[in-house]
């Protein structure tokens, strides 16, 4: 069974800092991965959706990239803004089915 | 594109009485529409898988008989809390994939709350 885990749990940064956020994953046999962001009480915005061929995507300020072998993955965010807060949540695909999500990060970002 | 809309986006209501929310991809066609759960702090568990003109298939441990799941269209799905308790408490997201994309990419709505009395 697939499992997702993302570590840290929580993340406060200042304005302006280059943060990472971790994913891993323990089965590697994925069709793809996406990294969303959840806003309180909101559903998901799906930022970046990388293939199980692929390596990294870039969208902006964020940069993900899957290392399947290993089953890891990370988001990048550059420059981060007040407006970046929000959880960021991991999930992997084992097929062209549904998505095993991992339990988010929590991400302040203070000015 | 690819916007999923719920309805409502929050639903207070007494024990014992059944609730229906809506599920509908706006701007494109999905076979496929999946319902989540989300409690406090927590990630999002996956109730059940509910393809276009078929029966929902439902993940172990979800009552189909408690949570009735319709995909009566390409852009349509409604998932009915029936006989609504306290314990069914949550946030409801749907999410759907299109028809014609292999990508396998997954866009969400926007959450359904449901509170119980």
């Known amino acids: 069974k697939q499992e997702v885990t993302q570590i840290p749990a929580a993340l406060s940064v200042p304005e302006g800092e280059n943060l990472v956020l971790n994913c891993s994953f323990t089965?590697?046999?994925?069709?793809?991965l996406q990294w969303f962001r959840q806003d309180p009480g909101k559903g998901l915005t799906s930022l970046l959706l990388?293939?199980?061929?692929?390596r990294e995507q870039t969208s902006g300020r964020l940069n993900a990239s899957l290392d399947k072998s290993s089953g890891r993955s990370t988001l990048y965010i550059a420059a981060s803004q007040p407006g970046d807060s929000a959880t960021y949540l991991c999930?992997?695909?084992?097929?062209?089915?549904?998505?095993?999500f991992g339990k988010g990060t929590m991400l302040l970002v203070s000015p | 594109g690819a916007v999923v809309s719920q309805h409502p986006s929050w639903v207070i209501c007494k024990s014992g009485t059944s609730v229906k929310i809506e599920c509908r991809s706006l701007?494109?066609?999905?076979?496929?529409m999946f319902w989540y759960r989300q409690f406090p702090k927590q990630s999002l568990m996956l109730m059940a898988t509910?393809?276009?003109?078929?029966?929902?298939?439902?993940e172990q441990g979800v009552e189909k008989d408690k949570f009735l799941i319709n995909h009566a269209s390409l852009t349509l799905s409604t998932l009915t809390v029936t006989s609504a308790h306290p314990e069914d408490s949550s946030f409801y997201i749907c999410?759907?994939?299109?028809?014609?994309?292999?990508?396998?990419?997954?866009?969400f709505g926007e959450g359904s709350r449901l509170t119980v009395l």
């Open positions: 999410s759907a994939r299109y028809r014609d994309r292999n990508t396998g990419e997954l866009f």
């Open positions: 089965d590697s046999a994925i069709y793809n």
């Open positions: 990388i293939q199980s061929s692929q």
């Open positions: 999930a992997v695909s084992s097929g062209y089915s549904t998505l095993t």
């Open positions: 701007d494109f066609q999905a076979t496929t």
């Open positions: 509910s393809n276009e003109g078929s029966k929902a298939t439902y």
